[in-house]
């Protein structure tokens, strides 16, 4: 079975502190994914990164970043959190295979910032 | 540009009762189709896609979806509820012209499964 990790279930930040959100995928995918789900809005793109050292922006990229300096592993970085950043964040990963794949997503890590 | 609708913000149905959680997508092209179910406190799991062929899709847990490309829907249905199928589901496309990386996913539908 596909698996991917998140580094944490729950986090709570301060207003202006940095964040970084780590997942790490177990199945050699070239596609990851980071989404940020809200009540009534489902999920939304932030980031993906279909090679090591390759990203492309989402949606709503502002106020985050991302690193992918390995293929297994890809980290969400909020510069300087802010409240409207609490949300629940989902990584996700899928192999290339045209545009039919599904994606494996990760348990989710949900962040409150104070 | 690419939409998903889930009109039913909730869905209702009595255990043993068949189901169905509603989806319309827009997109140019033939999409890629998916449905994902949230049990409380997980992750999304795949459930099942449509990529080309066979209108009606089987997937997992006994959930099957029929793409109808005349109506741009995409429900999930089941025949006979459990209550352990209370979840959020969500409904998701992708258009075939946009690198295969863009995924648009619904608002999701709560199903409540009752005894």
């Known amino acids: 079975d596909v698996k991917v990790t998140q580094s944490s279930r729950y986090l709570v930040k301060r207003t202006g502190e940095k964040v970084f959100l780590e997942c790490v995928q177990d199945?050699?995918?070239?596609?990851m994914f980071w989404y940020r789900q809200d009540p009534g809005l489902g999920l939304r793109l932030i980031y993906f990164?279909?090679?090591?050292?390759m990203k492309e922006k989402g949606d709503i990229p502002e106020g985050y970043s991302v690193s992918r300096e390995k293929k297994e592993r890809f980290s969400l970085i909020l510069e300087s959190a802010s409240t409207n950043q609490t949300s629940m964040y989902l990584c996700?990963?899928?192999?290339?295979w045209g545009g039919g794949y599904e994606q494996y997503f990760g348990p989710g890590t949900r962040l409150t910032v104070t | 540009a690419q939409s998903v609708a889930q009109p039913e913000d909730q869905v209702n149905v009595a255990e043993g009762n068949p189901l169905t959680v509603k989806c319309t997508y827009s997109?140019?092209?033939?999409?890629?189709l998916f449905w994902y179910v949230q049990y409380p406190n997980r992750g999304l799991q795949f459930l099942l896609k449509?990529?080309?062929?066979?209108?009606l899709v089987k997937g997992s847990y006994g959930f099957e979806a029929e793409f109808n490309k005349s109506q741009t829907s995409f429900h999930l249905k089941k025949p006979s509820a459990l209550v352990s199928d209370s979840a959020l589901y969500f409904c998701?496309?992708?258009?075939?012209?946009?690198?295969?990386?863009?995924?648009?996913f619904g608002a999701g539908t709560r199903l409540f499964v009752k005894a």
């Open positions: 996700a990963s899928g192999a290339v």
């Open positions: 998701a496309v992708r258009a075939p012209n946009t690198g295969g990386f863009k995924t648009i």
């Open positions: 990164s279909y090679d090591v050292k």
């Open positions: 199945m050699d995918h070239e596609n």
């Open positions: 997109v140019s092209g033939n999409p890629y």
């Open positions: 449509y990529i080309t062929g066979d209108n």
